[in-house]
């Protein structure tokens, strides 16, 4: 069984910096892809940034030059660092893991990005 635990969401003034965590334990397969959606308030969940294990890094427009995503594939390990944070980055981020055709959630981490 496959399970993803995140840690690192808070509250933060604009401008500010967050760094969030997700690892994965369980059966993964060596060739995954790991990443971030978020999903604000009466919105759908989007993309933030997602990683292969062997392959360049993808990220939405609205992030890009501010957020940075990270992995060690020996831990099964993603990261996302946050620079220069906006009131519009607020939501709730889930950490996934798309392996073998399915899709892995974690239980989601809170980013309240606020004066």
């Known amino acids: 069984q496959v399970q993803l635990v995140e840690s690192g969401g808070g509250l933060v003034q604009p401008g500010g910096s967050l760094r969030l965590s997700c690892a994965a334990s369980?059966?993964?397969?060596?060739?995954?892809?790991m990443g971030w959606y978020r999903q604000a308030p009466g919105k759908q969940r989007e993309l933030v940034a997602v990683?292969?294990?062997?392959?360049?890094?993808n990220y939405a427009d609205a992030v890009k030059g501010r957020f940075s995503i990270s992995r060690t594939n020996a831990r099964n390990t993603v990261y996302l660092q946050m620079n220069s944070l906006k009131p519009e980055d607020t939501g709730v981020y889930y950490c996934?893991?798309?392996?073998?055709?399915?899709?892995?959630w974690g239980q989601g981490t809170q980013v309240t990005v606020s004066t």
């Open positions: 990683m292969s294990n062997y392959g360049p890094a």
């Open positions: 369980g059966s993964i397969f060596s060739i995954n892809v």
């Open positions: 996934n893991l798309k392996m073998n055709a399915r899709d892995y």
